[in-house]
């Protein structure tokens, strides 16, 4: 049976198959939500850790716990715990990582009942200081982990299991890599399969499944066709391909991301050399580009643009882009504040900008769909 | 460059939307306000536009005039004169559900820089250039990303400090105690340092002392101020004169101004109080405000309510920080702030434990009306729910539910933004309050 | 050669015919639900014309039903139709605003091509549907909104933006004794001012050229005009520029296959009407 692409579709429809059955097996899961909770912990401490996400069904039942004016992916998340879809997972870990996610947490503590809860707290400055401190909550976390998993997490044991994440990164990166081309090898869409079925299952299980993925990808004959218009797609939590097929449907090839379920996940690894805890803090607070992290610099404001958003340019011209769509959530503070920044800075190295604001459940397809193939008009 | 016409052209002319107040404190604080701008331009020391960051003394000390966008944008509002400023940046593609103090901040700036001059609807002459801008995270995102935004519209230096609490349920522990006042401290060294460089002299620490020092009392007098008001029977102190009255904590303190306005305050209820003093002459209805920002374009709500013998005892929107005293072993002013923040958030922390809450996260954030209801001989609860605002509108379904389980209170959810009119239904918020008064009134006939 | 541009639009379907002047123009009822109505007004306009649907040359159709007729060759948004209906009709045009029944858009143009554009298809408040529900409520002919409104000697101000909340508004203003002429110059103002609003975000440039069925609409043209802070261009049939912009399109795309000897792309079309499921 081939335990790629194919599996990988597979799981996206079904993403917690295979958790619960590890769950039968004795296992216990740890569900995270957003980017930045290090997986390295959880897998380290024999646990399996499980992306949280949600779904773009209506929201039924979280308006009796949450506002409706806030997020509405984590509404959506809420929404699925109230209604126990999210009972296989045995503990969570909530980041401080922006403040709707972080004022959720004690909503859904109180609600969604799980065995172990643990806040993370993260800085959101990139200072010394501030690396100290999340070294410290990660080795609060830790202990924590250690103390639901009745195990101790070594050191060696820790850099075991950050090597085998950054294996993991790595081949993300590589299948990335098989987008560069024309037609990319890969769609925006399987992308997103991919990806969403990798943070569902153990890591291990996940490294095997991109390797058999990019080994089918590199040889396929039935990929993606060669569109006139390839494009960039910048945003937070994509986590469903309604949006990305919609983009691709109206005739264009999405060729690199840069999104939370995307390469701002897996984009840089752990460094492998000294403190584990320090150089988990390092790639999380210092390496993944989340506009809800304070970039700190000196300077005019040209630099100050370029050391925030020169990557996104990089990543466009590398992948040979000739448009980008932001896609921003409503009620996003940071992307929202982020947005017209980000905008101009590529309009500006002459990359044309479609800037949509989105209330993450689609509500009104056909109006995406003028706009998007307006944009494309407007740019071939 | 857009061709649009000059916005003032097209402005309607203002309506009075301030709320009458019941106290001689709170009506100084509009003088207080408008001097907080006048002085910026005309005392000819450096100016900074400062987020409210729970470090006012920092600036006092090295003789800066400290402005504050959020501010200016809630007196805009008062004047209706904020949407123009909301259309300009939205212009520029900020969206319409990001907070409206920035909205009006940007624009603010945007239509100066289109203009070439200060537009001349800008309330109190409006805010005066700056040579530096401070941010913090501290109680929510838009704090520390709007003033990034600001270099489109001004080449001014901006400074963004950490300001983290930890939840309730480790506060306590001594190792996190350690690892929060460690980073807390080092986060505001750095404001420190920024500032030393901008104003090209260094930090007078035996000046900040003194400065901390007297804030410490102040905040005493701030809290004690507000408790001895809210539980007292008739009312002396309503809502709209309390949500006044927190300017001089958030904007000038460490300054004599604000030890004095407080020790004023204090006098002042202190005196109603024991003279049985109130607001309305019969007080049917006790109501809390529960959360959210106020309405900052219609204050005059207040006074609606209060028409048909309602008022709002107390509000936990902005709640004094009870600090714990510091231990005289801690010398070092900045040393003092932190402790004195992080013994505010314990002490928020205990109550709610005392609730039987034991995770909240809530470190300045939402105050909790749980904590009131009793002592304050509350009737009913309304809560504000603010478009734009993330930071106080996130957890009060959830407070509500607590409120229902514990207390059997009704609450009442409004729902506009603190500054942005557009989003605000007069005649839909007069039905709400007074259906919820009718629903007050039944209960109170029913026994219950 | 004969080109013909379709416009579909929820309520108003039009259809131009042309070679190198326009031959037939035609707006008719798009029809409810299933855009059933829509190949009438091609047949209508065929009629007119004098010409066979075969001796069309390229079809191409817009708007809202766009995709779901089966008589064109190439469906192109509205947005690029526009804008290059309205360069036709007004060389100069950096900025179109087309405000219809059910939606608004601001498009900015340079050389006759898209440059930028934006749309409120969500909120009714900036839209035609805002006059006919107040049109409805008052009793009054959409058609005689406008020079109504121009009688106003004291507009007042509706705040709300709601459309629904401005409509209560709007009879409880009138209830209080506000003659009816300020009440409508304040509804003129407010569409104005929301779709203008929205424009902005474009950087408006001059000449501005407003379309749509609401283009028709005196009042709110003058409201514009006052935000805009000069004098705003409208064609005399507000309603064709899409439909114009689309048969000049399927011309160009028709024109550059022949220079350039490549085949022209067909869709496989039949004159029928749309069905539901396509």
């Given at each position: 049976m081939a335990k790629g692409l194919d599996w990988a579709k597979r799981l996206y429809e079904n993403r917690s198959q295979r958790a619960k059955e590890l769950r039968e097996e004795g296992k216990k899961v740890i569900g995270y939500i957003c980017a930045f909770p290090p997986r390295e912990l959880i897998t380290a401490a024999g646990l399996v850790p499980y992306r949280i996400t949600g779904t773009l069904e209506p929201i039924a039942e979280a308006d009796a716990y949450l506002e409706t004016l806030m997020c509405p992916y984590v509404r959506s998340c809420l929404d699925l715990g109230i209604k126990k879809q999210y009972d296989f997972v045995d503990g969570m870990i909530w980041p401080h990582t922006c403040d709707n996610i972080q004022k959720t947490f004690d909503i859904w503590k109180h609600y969604v009942p799980h065995s172990y809860f643990h806040y993370l707290d993260v800085p959101h400055m990139p200072d010394p200081s501030s690396f100290e401190f999340f070294a410290k909550e990660l080795d609060v976390l830790k202990g924590s982990l250690e103390e639901f998993g009745g195990v101790k997490i070594t050191e060696e044991c820790l850099k075991e299991a950050i090597g085998v994440h950054n294996e993991n990164r790595a081949l993300l990166r590589q299948l990335t890599g098989l987008r560069k081309q024309a037609p990319p090898l890969i769609s925006a869409t399987e992308m997103t399969q991919v990806m969403m079925a990798a943070m569902s299952i153990p890591v291990y299980e996940s490294n095997e499944m991109l390797k058999n993925i990019i080994e089918e990808v590199s040889t396929r004959k039935?990929?993606?066709?060669?569109?006139?218009t390839r494009l960039l797609i910048y945003g937070c939590?994509?986590?469903?391909?309604?949006?990305?097929?919609?983009?691709?449907?109206?005739?264009?090839?999405?060729?690199?991301?840069?999104?939370c379920m995307g390469t701002r996940d897996y984009w840089k690894d752990v460094v492998m050399e000294g403190d584990p805890l320090k150089n988990l803090a390092h790639r999380i607070l210092g390496e993944i580009m989340c506009p809800r992290t304070f970039r700190r610099?000196?300077?005019?404001?040209?630099?100050?643009l370029d050391n925030r958003f020169s990557y996104i340019r990089d990543f466009a011209k590398e992948f040979n882009v000739n448009g980008a769509i932001l896609y921003i959530i409503r009620y996003c503070d940071t992307f929202e504040f982020d947005a017209p920044?980000?905008?101009?800075?590529?309009?500006?190295?002459?990359?044309?900008?479609?800037?949509?604001?989105?209330?993450?459940?689609?509500?009104?397809?056909?109006?995406?769909?003028?706009?998007?193939?307006?944009?494309?008009?407007?740019?071939? | 460059m857009s061709e649009q016409k000059n916005p003032e052209a097209t402005q309607e002319v203002p309506k009075r939307t301030s709320a009458k107040k019941w106290t001689e404190s709170a009506r100084k604080v509009r003088g207080l306000v408008r001097d907080m701008y006048v002085r910026a331009f005309t005392e000819g020391k450096p100016v900074a536009w400062v987020m409210f960051t729970l470090a006012n003394e920092?600036?006092?000390?090295?003789?800066?005039?400290?402005?504050?966008?959020?501010?200016?944008?809630?007196?805009c509002a008062t004047k209706r004169v904020g949407n123009p400023f909301i259309d300009r940046a939205e212009a520029d593609g900020f969206s319409n559900v990001s907070c409206s103090y920035a909205r009006i901040g940007l624009g603010y700036a945007a239509l100066w820089k289109d203009m070439g001059e200060i537009p001349s609807f800008a309330p109190d002459g409006g805010m005066a250039k700056p040579i530096m801008m401070v941010g913090s995270s501290l109680v929510c995102d838009t704090r520390y990303k709007w003033f990034q935004t600001y270099s489109r519209y001004m080449d001014v230096p901006y400074y963004a400090f950490d300001m983290l609490g930890p939840p309730a349920a480790t506060a306590y522990r001594p190792d996190v105690r350690e690892q929060y006042i460690k980073y807390n401290l080092a986060q505001l060294q750095g404001l420190v340092s920024f500032m030393e460089e901008r104003l090209g002299k260094k930090m007078d620490w035996d000046k900040l002392d003194e400065i901390v020092r007297r804030g410490e009392k102040t905040y005493v007098l701030w809290y004690d101020a507000y408790m001895l008001a809210g539980g007292a029977v008739p009312c002396p102190f309503p809502a709209e004169d309390s949500f006044n009255c927190f300017f001089p904590a958030f904007f000038m303190m460490g300054e004599v101004e604000a030890l004095d306005f407080y020790q004023g305050l204090y006098d002042e209820i202190k005196y109603k109080v024991d003279n049985k003093i109130g607001s309305i002459p019969e007080e049917k209805y006790r109501l809390l405000w529960g959360g959210g920002l106020p309405p900052w374009h219609t204050m005059q709500i207040f006074n609606y309510v209060e028409e048909q013998g309602a008022v709002f005892v107390f509000q936990s929107t902005y709640l004094p920080l009870r600090f714990a005293d510091v231990p005289d072993r801690i010398t070092d002013p900045l040393e003092r702030m932190v402790h004195s923040r992080y013994e505010a958030a314990i002490s928020r922390a205990e109550l709610d434990r005392k609730l039987g809450l034991f995770d909240l996260c809530n470190f300045v954030g939402l105050g909790n009306p749980l904590l009131f209801v009793d002592e304050f001989k509350v009737d009913g609860v309304v809560m504000h729910w603010l478009r734009s605002c993330r930071g106080t509108t996130i957890g009060q379904v959830y407070q509500k539910n607590l409120l229902e389980e514990r207390s059997n209170l009704p609450t009442l959810f409004l729902e506009s933004d603190m500054c942005d009119v557009r989003d605000y239904f007069e005649a839909d918020w007069k039905v709400k309050l007074s259906a919820f008064l009718e629903t007050l009134e039944a209960r109170k006939r029913a026994g219950s | 050669m004969y080109f013909a541009g379709v416009d579909i639009g929820s309520t108003m379907t039009k259809v131009v015919i042309m070679d190198e002047a326009v031959l037939a123009c035609v707006i008719g009822p798009t029809g409810a639900e299933h855009r059933r109505l829509a190949n009438k007004v091609m047949e209508e306009a065929l009629r007119q014309a004098n010409l066979s649907f075969d001796e069309i040359s390229y079809v191409v159709a817009t708007g809202y039903g766009r995709i779901s007729v089966p008589f064109a060759d190439k469906q192109i948004t509205e947005i690029t139709c526009h804008a290059k209906g309205v360069s036709s009709l007004f060389p100069t045009v950096?900025?179109?605003?087309?405000?219809?029944?059910?939606?608004?858009?601001?498009?900015?143009?340079?050389?006759?091509?898209?440059?930028?554009?934006?749309?409120?298809?969500?909120?009714?408040?900036?839209t035609?549907?805002?006059?006919?529900?107040?049109?409805?409520d008052l009793g009054l002919r959409l058609e005689e909104m406008g020079e109504l409104s121009l009688n106003s000697k004291n507009r007042v101000e509706i705040s709300s933006t709601c459309t629904v909340f401005a409509a209560q508004e709007v009879v409880s203003r009138i209830a209080e004794g506000t003659p009816i002429e300020d009440v409508l110059a304040g509804l003129h103002e407010a569409i104005a001012s929301r779709v203008f609003r929205m424009v902005?975000?474009?950087?408006?440039e001059r000449d501005v050229v407003v379309t749509g069925g609401v283009a028709k609409n005196i009042g709110v043209v003058k409201a514009l005009e006052e935000h805009a802070g000069f004098p705003v261009l409208v064609p005399e049939e507000p309603l064709l520029t899409g439909a114009v912009g689309a048969a000049l399109l399927g011309k160009e795309l028709t024109l550059n296959a022949l220079e350039s000897g490549r085949p022209i792309e067909r869709g496989a079309r039949r004159l029928e009407e749309a069905t539901f499921f396509k």
């Open positions: 039935d990929g993606p066709q060669n569109k006139a939590e994509i986590d469903d391909i309604a949006f990305i097929n919609l983009v691709e449907e109206c005739g264009a090839n999405v060729v690199i991301d840069d999104l610099s000196r300077g005019t404001r040209q630099q100050d920044e980000v905008r101009d800075y590529l309009e500006e190295a002459g990359i044309p900008v479609l800037h949509l604001e989105d209330d993450y459940s689609l509500t009104s397809i056909q109006g995406y769909k003028t706009r998007i193939q307006a944009f494309l008009e407007m740019i071939e | 920092l600036f006092v000390a090295m003789d800066v005039v400290p402005v504050y966008p959020e501010n200016f944008a809630g007196l | 950096h900025t179109a605003i087309d405000i219809g029944g059910q939606d608004a858009k601001g498009i900015k143009i340079a050389d006759g091509r898209v440059v930028g554009f934006v749309m409120n298809d969500k909120c009714a408040a900036g035609g549907r805002f006059l006919e529900v107040i049109a409805d902005e975000r474009l950087k408006i």
